[in-house]
């Protein structure tokens, strides 16, 4: 943590320093109220430790003047057996806790292992608050489907290290969730998890937003910004598409990736970050650099370890127990229980291609709650856009070559595309290369193979079968 000094006393400063040192945090002092707020200005303090004599300052004056000038940062008293009783009255305004001089280096790590843990547990109540509020539904990380299996595996060895993650996949796959739980298997998990959505701002505002500003670095800069740099020191910092940064920021990315080094906008003091960079976007990265939309030295830096989010549509398996979780979010939310989809209506779920991905999915999972008369979803209940293109694109439609398959599934979904566009069984055989025999058979033991031609061909096939048994 960065820990400010608050002290009259030169020993105190040294010896305390070399103390937090030895900790592994960062000091910093101050020898006066003015400079103290100063220093609180200047930098983001996780904790101050305020000599309650200080000089001729009363070190609760102190406290009152940090507070009023907006900094809500937990602040230990340092305080004589004499003054004891004044340091029980100052817990009672707020100071955080306090510290009996003469003091021993342990005495200084208990009150900051005190501090950290009040910080752990406020980070844990807003994220019980949100679960409870109903934020969101919450998010399985088991999987039916091998390329989610490999995904999961593959993040979970990530995760201990500190090594940039770059997520690919189109919008709506789940990346932000799975940038959320990289987080959480990391060493970093207390710390916090901070968001830069990047194509939300302009140039000027994201670099502030990202870097931070100083009073009067541009129109509208009132004061003193930290960025979201240091507001997530020490934990993770997502930058959510990526691919849409402008420019010009990406050569100052580059540098911070590369050195954890910046500058706020307006300032000339170098600044050091402590943060796990994680990306995601939906852009091909690679194209952008050949187009020279995105650099390609900051391409690599950041693609240490890509993962590539399949669609929804690539992971069918996945899509009854993520489509029932939603609905279970959802029932409990409206008051209702017993609520299931039937057999067709997975099967419905299954078949479309949803274009929109996870997001679509929970929209029409709790669209599908609202409008059903009873306990079971019909295929009926469906929007119109799901009932038709499940019933037009079918299974066959979500396959793709090396993906979880049986051939004969490959097969199935060739055929029928084949025997879709080809005007007649002739026309089909000839493409596939084989007989119209063996196709006619083909579609024999698969009836789901293009039924309309049923009518069409049968008699010219039956024809062609007696011709070949004569020969």
Same mark, same amino acid.
């Given at each position: 943590?960065?820990?400010l000094?608050?002290?009259?006393e030169?020993?105190?400063?040294?010896?305390?320093?070399?103390?937090?040192?030895?900790?592994?945090?960062?000091?910093?002092?101050?020898?006066?109220?003015? =400079?103290? $707020?100063?220093? /609180?200005d @200047?930098?983001?303090?996780?904790?101050?430790?305020?000599? !309650?004599? +200080? &000089?001729?300052?009363?070190?609760?004056?102190?406290?009152?003047?940090?507070?009023?000038?907006?900094?809500?940062?937990?602040?230990?008293?340092?305080?004589?057996?004499?003054?004891?009783?004044?340091?029980?009255?100052?817990t009672?305004?707020?100071?955080?806790?306090?510290?009996?001089?003469?003091?021993?280096?342990?005495?200084?790590?208990?009150?900051?292992?005190?501090?950290?843990?009040?910080?752990?547990?406020?980070?844990?109540?807003?994220?019980?608050?949100?679960?409870?509020?109903?934020?969101?539904?919450?998010?399985?990380?088991?999987?039916?489907?091998?390329?989610? =299996?490999? $995904?999961?595996? /593959?993040? @979970?060895?990530?995760?201990?290290?500190?090594?940039?993650? !770059?997520? +690919? &996949?189109?919008?709506?796959?789940?990346?932000?969730?799975?940038?959320?739980?990289?987080h959480?298997?990391?060493?970093?998990?207390e710390?916090?998890?901070?968001?830069?959505?990047?194509?939300?701002?302009?140039?000027?505002?994201?670099?502030?937003?990202?870097?931070?500003?100083?009073?009067?670095?541009?129109?509208?800069?009132?004061?003193?910004?930290?960025?979201?740099?240091?507001?997530?020191?020490g934990?993770?910092?997502?930058?959510?598409?990526?691919?849409?940064?402008?420019?010009?920021?990406?050569?100052?990315?580059?540098?911070?990736?590369?050195?954890?080094?910046?500058?706020?906008?307006?300032?000339?003091?170098?600044?050091?970050?402590n943060?796990?960079?994680?990306?995601?976007?939906?852009?091909?990265?690679?194209?952008?650099?050949?187009?020279g939309?995105?650099?390609?030295?900051?391409?690599?830096?950041?693609?240490?370890?890509?993962?590539?989010?399949?669609?929804?549509?690539?992971?069918?398996?996945?899509?009854?127990?993520?489509?029932?979780?939603f609905?279970?979010?959802?029932?409990?939310?409206?008051?209702?229980?017993?609520?299931?989809?039937?057999?067709?209506?997975?099967?419905?779920?299954?078949?479309?291609?949803?274009?929109?991905?996870?997001?679509?999915?929970?929209?029409?999972?709790?669209?599908?709650?609202?409008?059903?008369?009873?306990?079971?979803?019909?295929?009926?209940?469906?929007?119109?856009?799901?009932?038709?293109?499940?019933?037009?694109?079918?299974?066959?439609?979500?396959?793709?070559?090396?993906?979880?398959?049986?051939?004969?599934?490959?097969?199935?979904a060739?055929?029928?595309?084949?025997?879709?566009n080809?005007?007649?069984?002739?026309?089909?055989?000839?493409?596939?290369?084989?007989?119209?025999t063996?196709?006619?058979?083909?579609?024999?033991?698969?009836?789901?193979?293009?039924?309309?031609?049923?009518?069409?061909?049968?008699?010219?096939?039956?024809?062609?079968?007696?011709?070949?048994?004569?020969?």
């Amino acid at each position: 943590m960065k820990v400010l000094i608050v002290d009259d006393e030169a020993n105190i400063h040294k010896t305390t320093s070399i103390a937090l040192k030895a900790m592994g945090h960062e000091p910093f002092s101050a020898y006066s109220g003015t =400079q103290t $707020i100063r220093k /609180l200005d @200047e930098n983001r303090i996780d904790v101050v430790f305020l000599d !309650l004599r +200080l &000089g001729s300052e009363d070190g609760l004056e102190v406290f009152d003047k940090i507070r009023a000038s907006g900094h809500d940062v937990p602040i230990i008293i340092f305080t004589a057996y004499s003054s004891i009783s004044t340091a029980i009255e100052a817990t009672k305004k707020g100071v955080f806790d306090y510290v009996l001089k003469p003091f021993v280096p342990e005495q200084i790590r208990q009150a900051l292992e005190r501090v950290q843990k009040n910080i752990s547990l406020e980070t844990k109540v807003v994220e019980l608050e949100s679960q409870v509020s109903g934020a969101s539904p919450p998010v399985i990380f088991e999987s039916d489907q091998k390329s989610m =299996q490999h $995904i999961y595996r /593959l993040t @979970e060895r990530a995760a201990p290290s500190d090594a940039t993650v !770059l997520l +690919l &996949g189109p919008s709506g796959t789940g990346k932000t969730v799975l940038a959320k739980r990289i987080h959480l298997l990391s060493e970093r998990a207390e710390k916090p998890f901070v968001v830069v959505h990047c194509p939300s701002l302009s140039k000027e505002l994201l670099e502030s937003e990202l870097f931070g500003h100083v009073k009067g670095a541009f129109t509208g800069a009132v004061k003193d910004t930290w960025g979201k740099i240091e507001a997530a020191d020490g934990g993770t910092l997502f930058l959510d598409e990526i691919g849409d940064l402008p420019f010009e920021i990406q050569a100052k990315l580059l540098r911070f990736l590369q050195e954890r080094q910046y500058e706020r906008v307006g300032e000339t003091k170098t600044r050091k970050g402590n943060v796990r960079i994680v990306a995601a976007t939906n852009k091909d990265l690679q194209a952008a650099t050949r187009e020279g939309g995105f650099r390609e030295d900051l391409f690599y830096r950041l693609n240490v370890i890509s993962v590539v989010m399949p669609s929804l549509a690539e992971r069918p398996a996945d899509i009854p127990a993520l489509a029932q979780n939603f609905l279970d979010y959802h029932a409990k939310q409206q008051g209702r229980s017993g609520c299931a989809f039937s057999d067709a209506c997975l099967s419905a779920l299954r078949n479309y291609e949803w274009p929109g991905n996870l997001r679509e999915l929970h929209n029409v999972v709790e669209r599908c709650l609202i409008l059903c008369d009873n306990g079971s979803i019909e295929v009926d209940d469906l929007p119109p856009e799901v009932r038709a293109g499940s019933a037009s694109g079918g299974p066959t439609s979500r396959l793709t070559i090396g993906g979880d398959f049986k051939l004969e599934e490959i097969e199935e979904a060739h055929i029928n595309g084949v025997l879709a566009n080809a005007k007649s069984y002739q026309q089909a055989a000839e493409i596939l290369g084989i007989n119209k025999t063996t196709l006619y058979r083909k579609r024999k033991r698969k009836p789901s193979l293009d039924p309309e031609h049923d009518g069409d061909h049968e008699s010219e096939v039956e024809e062609h079968e007696e011709a070949a048994s004569r020969v």
